[in-house]
């Protein structure tokens, strides 16, 4: 898997195979930057994990948690996205400490971002949702949606291509109070199932063939483990500190609408011309990664 350079992503799909009869010594074989050969189990896990952690310059820590002995081959993917916003929030207008409600009960308190601008953005009154675009310096954007309070299965479950392209079509341009807590998305997953269920089985056989990956046929998948890591700040979703010097006034506007993330709300990141989906999730608790 790769993605384009514009988002200046780490992505690599990495593959470690295993004999499984020896443990007690193991070989370490290099034969691209993506794609490393570990032979008997040892200390896998551990170099697996300092390996990812080192490729993601520290934003990817101990993918892999409880690898089996018996594991023959594992694919490993992780993607971290960085890039920076076409127009980045200042820090001098970020709140501190601000009310975000996790539910109906429980509130914390979150650095919250401030910028007025113009942008995209949309009421669907169909799903009693806001929806707002930002976008990325180059061809990728952020859209942001808050379902109303109470509402946010009903949004999940309408998601969808049709969904986008509605939105798509109906986004409007307008002065925008915005308010945007700073969060961290992280999340890992054991894909084996849901291949499977995809209908991707011979590769988990024992009749698995992957020619040109090793001279025999004694490979088979075991696991397939996949992370993603975003990080969204002042500067975009890369932590760069943005500088004060020079800002200009905020132009005289009336009354514009203020749109303020302050309680659960759906995240996606997508490339511009295809519309297609880099990142999709959801921001509970913006204290918790």
Not at 37 to 62: A, D, H, L, R
Not at 264 to 282: A, D, N, P, Q, V
Request: aromatic fraction near 12%; glycine fraction near 4%.
């Amino acid at each position: 898997m790769q993605v384009a350079s514009w988002a200046s992503a780490i992505c690599h799909q990495v593959f470690f195979f295993f004999s499984g009869r020896n443990i007690s010594t193991h070989y370490f074989l290099k034969r691209t930057p993506s794609n490393i050969f570990y032979w008997f189990v040892g200390k896998t896990q551990e170099e697996i994990n300092c390996y990812v952690e080192k490729q993601s310059k520290g934003k990817i820590v101990g993918l892999i948690q409880d690898l089996k002995q018996k594991s023959i081959m594992v694919l490993v993917n992780y993607i971290h996205f960085k890039a920076q916003w076409a127009s980045p929030f200042h820090l001098s207008k970020t709140e501190d400490s601000s009310i975000f409600l996790v539910n109906k009960t429980i509130t914390v308190q979150v650095p919250m971002m401030h910028q007025m601008e113009q942008y995209y953005h949309l009421v669907d009154t169909e799903l009693n949702c806001t929806v707002l675009q930002k976008d990325y310096s180059k061809n990728a954007l952020a859209l942001f949606v808050l379902p109303k309070e109470g509402n946010m299965e009903r949004v999940e479950k309408a998601m969808s291509s049709k969904t986008l392209k509605k939105w798509n079509r109906l986004l409007q341009k307008g002065w925008i109070d915005l308010f945007v807590p700073k969060f961290s998305i992280s999340a890992t997953y054991d894909l084996r199932n849901m291949l499977l269920q995809m209908g991707m089985k011979d590769a988990f056989a024992e009749n698995a063939d992957f020619p040109g990956l090793a001279e025999d046929n004694d490979l088979q998948l075991s696991y397939v483990y996949h992370k993603a890591v975003l990080h969204v700040r002042e500067e975009g979703t890369r932590d760069v500190a943005a500088s004060t010097d020079g800002l200009l006034d905020e132009p005289e506007i009336s009354v514009p609408s203020v749109i303020r993330f302050d309680r659960t709300f759906l995240l996606m990141i997508l490339e511009k011309s295809t519309r297609s989906i880099l990142f999709l999730g959801k921001v509970v608790d913006p204290t918790e990664v």
